[in-house]
């Protein structure tokens, strides 16, 4: 049994208490206490490292199952271009969506055309504008609102790829059938946990055109099993060479046309050069491209391949196709735009009561000031102040710290 948090499930009986999540969660989300890990839900920003450096598979995204598809009349495939790098170049993106047809869809739209829209938006957006960041990452978008709320402002006020992709597939099997939009159901092909817990509770809309989601790895390995590079596909993908290259770090930026970006990848290289537009150090670009994954979302943590070689592929795919235009002109994108403001998340919560606030602040302080701060996270907490906050907030107390227990062994051994 496992408990979900977010989009991220923890399967206990797994879990040896290692403490990996703990050392590279961004958002000292996790804990580690009686030989089990914990996310603290306020924190998780759901970039998924912990379910990538997990050597025993404890955590993981939890996503829709396949059969779920015939729960709709008409069921939509929304394909993401990082599923076509997961398999060898001999395999073609149309073997590949003629495969995921044959899985039992009706249809398959692919984002790389929401891609294109968000990709025209954007360039008349940036214009006399000194810095806007990619609202394309949910990861990103999380972790500007918890961690540099004076940024929100500059984000790119347009919905992603994939939820503009899904409404376009809506509109369009809604026309080609007469069915109602909820007998329609869009399924997306994720790369990563953060994209299914945006479509769970999405942040600058009110609700999300995504109905449910699969993991590139559980479909990756579904179509394996029939897959023939000789055979004839069944349907073309779409050519779209600055579509396609939202898949990987850079690819958004490209399709721009413009050198006047700066492209980041890594949610620990995120956050630096987060810290370093906060401070007024970063004035000389116009667009900030911002992905959690390394690579971008080829290394999503629902991906199989290795990231480097994914970006690879998908760059020549990419460049294959950049000097095709769109087959048909896009419309007016005011109905793409965002709706809801984007406000900053407060974390930490210490109480309702502000003198009570203000005085559990005081005692964090206080009982920092005991602790070794070696952040050695051998204590189930990542840093001797993340300790200091449980011991404040009752989630731990000073005997969980091994160096502590070890003097006082050490003391009455004199």
Do not use: W
């Amino acid at each position: 049994m496992y408990s979900l948090i977010h989009s991220i499930a923890l399967e206990s009986s797994k879990c040896v208490g290692c403490t990996k999540c703990l050392q590279v969660c961004p958002t000292e989300a996790m804990r580690v206490k009686f030989g089990k890990a914990k996310i603290l839900e306020e924190r998780c920003i759901n970039c998924g490292q912990c379910i990538l450096v997990c050597p025993h598979n404890a955590l993981y995204g939890v996503t829709d199952n396949l059969p779920n598809i015939h729960n709709f009349k008409y069921s939509i495939a929304l394909v993401d271009p990082v599923l076509y790098e997961q398999f060898d170049r001999g395999i073609s993106p149309s073997h590949i969506l003629s495969n995921i047809l044959a899985l039992g869809f009706n249809e398959c739209f692919e984002t790389s055309i929401g891609a294109e829209y968000v990709t025209k938006f954007t360039k008349e957006y940036i214009r006399n504008r000194k810095l806007v960041i990619s609202s394309s990452c949910p990861t990103i978008i999380r972790l500007i609102q918890i961690r540099f709320p004076d940024l929100i402002d500059n984000i790119l006020p347009i919905d992603t790829e994939v939820e503009i992709s899904a409404k376009i597939a809506r509109e369009k099997a809604i026309k080609k059938t007469g069915l109602n939009a909820e007998e329609i159901g869009i399924f997306y092909i994720s790369p990563c946990s953060a994209k299914i817990y945006s479509f769970k509770n999405p942040v600058g809309i009110i609700k999300s055109s995504v109905d449910a989601t699969l993991s590139i790895k559980a479909v990756f390995l579904e179509i394996s099993k029939n897959i023939n590079s000789n055979s004839k596909p069944d349907l073309e993908y779409y050519p779209s060479g600055e579509g396609i290259g939202f898949a990987r770090s850079g690819g958004q930026s490209q399709a721009l046309g413009t050198t006047d970006y700066l492209s980041v990848d890594g949610i620990r290289n995120v956050i630096s050069v987060l810290e370093e537009v906060e401070y007024k150090k970063i004035n000389d670009v116009s667009f900030l491209e911002c992905h959690a994954c390394t690579n971008g979302c080829v290394g999503g943590c629902l991906t199989i391949e290795n990231s480097f070689v994914a970006s690879n592929r998908i760059k020549k795919i990419s460049e294959n196709n950049f000097s095709n235009k769109p087959s048909s002109p896009i419309g007016n994108l005011d109905k793409y735009l965002l709706t809801e403001p984007l406000r900053p998340i407060k974390v930490m919560n210490l109480s309702d009561d502000l003198a009570e606030d203000l005085q559990k602040m005081q005692q964090i302080e206080k009982i920092l000031l005991t602790l070794p701060n070696i952040d050695c996270d051998a204590c189930g907490s990542p840093s001797c102040k993340s300790l200091a906050e449980d011991i404040a907030l009752g989630r731990a107390n000073r005997a969980d710290c091994v160096v502590i227990l070890k003097r006082r062994v050490d003391s009455t051994k004199k």
